[in-house]
């Protein structure tokens, strides 16, 4: 019965090392998926090319989908998985500032260190201003303090907060990410770039 | 174009059979049976009546006294600061955080010890712990803590203490030296309310 760290199936330790596995397949798939280059992953924001999209929407309904089966199997207790807290304020802050970072330097943190770890330039600089953003941010904090907490909604899940079933929402966002997928190709052939 | 509509064609019917199904909402059981029958064995989940009673006394904070009877017994007559589960709602979501804890004594308690100890095995078995369960139940409380019996002449030290302290006791906790019928205790203690408490056991995650 999952999850298996919380029900004492398999220890903290072990948790930790699995974590470690499929981050390490987690940074494959990313390479694979030519998510190293800046240019790739800013293309989604000027529409030649979606391959962001595409990639994180598939896993996302991949998951939601493993775990809902899961659950309905009786194989995991979806009570215990963690939702992560909802702050209002800090996520469209931030939401706003990781976006503009992400159209002027091509890359989010996570793939950032997937290129670093192939050697690019650019990824180093961009782990630089990561590393200083997070300075700013902690020496700052008393000023920004109020703001970091600020709405504070608990943990909802969007279906709760919706008033839908967990199975009914799961429906509606796959069919949400495929009408996504057909209008991210028609853009891919409406502003074509020749190289990128 | 093919990836695309091969994962449509594959992911649509899995979305549709999740949207059609009803969630999964079934406590499942944590103890295997021979692991259950172990415990009742043992019969570690009781609790006497004089250790009720000292903890009361003293003030413990770390007992709380749960009455597993209908509400109408319950405002009858209850334990002091006991709050009230009837066993028909044990497994309702507004228990859970009371019953699933580390932090306080949880003591079952009903007339006799049939109805407590029946609510014991099942939280147990959801694999709560910390609960236990008032040997002999209110029927027992009465003849051994509100009314004591005086022990025989013949009878060892260890029994005499037993009643002095039981003697003491039942004036604390309101029961007089006379043979009676369930006093009126419903006006004397507020009801404590059940205050929702924050739930504890969400492992630490995120990015």
């Known amino acids: 019965m999952g999850p298996l760290a919380v029900n004492e199936i398999i220890s903290e330790n072990t948790n930790l090392f699995l974590a470690f596995i499929i981050g390490i397949g987690f940074g494959f798939v990313l390479e694979q998926s030519g998510f190293s280059s800046s240019r790739k992953l800013a293309g989604v924001f000027y529409g030649y090319d979606a391959v962001v999209l595409k990639v994180f929407f598939t896993a996302a309904i991949t998951a939601m989908l493993g775990l809902l089966f899961f659950s309905l199997f009786g194989w995991i207790n979806l009570n215990w998985v963690y939702v992560n807290p909802t702050y209002l304020t800090s996520s469209i802050v931030g939401g706003m500032i990781m976006g503009a970072g992400f159209i002027m330097g091509g890359f989010c943190p996570g793939t950032s260190f997937c290129a670093a770890s192939i050697g690019k330039l650019d990824a180093l600089v961009f782990i630089g201003g990561l590393f200083i953003g997070v300075f700013i941010f902690g020496i700052g904090y008393n000023l920004w303090d109020g703001l970091y907490f600020a709405k504070f909604l608990g943990a909802p899940k969007v279906s709760t907060v919706l008033g839908l079933s967990d199975g009914v929402f799961a429906f509606l966002l796959i069919i949400v990410a495929l009408v996504m997928f057909w209008i991210a190709e028609w853009a891919e052939k409406k502003f074509p770039r020749a190289e990128y | ?207």
């Open chain 2, 1 to 207: 174009m093919k990836p695309r509509t091969l994962l449509a064609l594959f992911i649509i019917p899995m979305g549709l059979i999740i949207a059609a199904v009803p969630q999964n909402r079934t406590k499942p059981y944590k103890l295997t049976a021979g692991e259950l029958l172990g415990e009742v064995t043992t019969r570690t989940q009781f609790v006497t009546p004089d250790v009720v009673a000292d903890m009361l006394i003293k003030k413990d904070p770390s007992l709380r006294l749960i009455d597993v009877r209908s509400q109408d017994e319950f405002e009858k007559y209850s334990l002091p600061g006991a709050i009230n589960i009837p066993v028909t709602d044990l497994l309702s979501d507004s228990y859970t955080d009371i019953l699933n804890q580390d932090v306080k004594m949880n003591i079952f308690y009903s007339t006799g010890t049939i109805t407590a100890n029946e609510a014991w095995m099942i939280t147990r078995q959801l694999g709560y712990t910390n609960n236990f369960v008032l040997e002999g139940g209110l029927n027992y409380w009465f003849e051994a803590i509100l009314n004591p019996q005086e022990p025989a002449s013949t009878s060892p030290d260890e029994e005499f203490a037993k009643y002095d302290f039981r003697k003491s006791a039942s004036q604390a906790l309101g029961g007089g030296l006379t043979v009676q019928t369930m006093p009126d205790q419903s006006i004397s203690s507020p009801k404590p309310v059940i205050k929702p408490v924050a739930k504890k056991k969400k492992p630490a995650g995120g990015c």
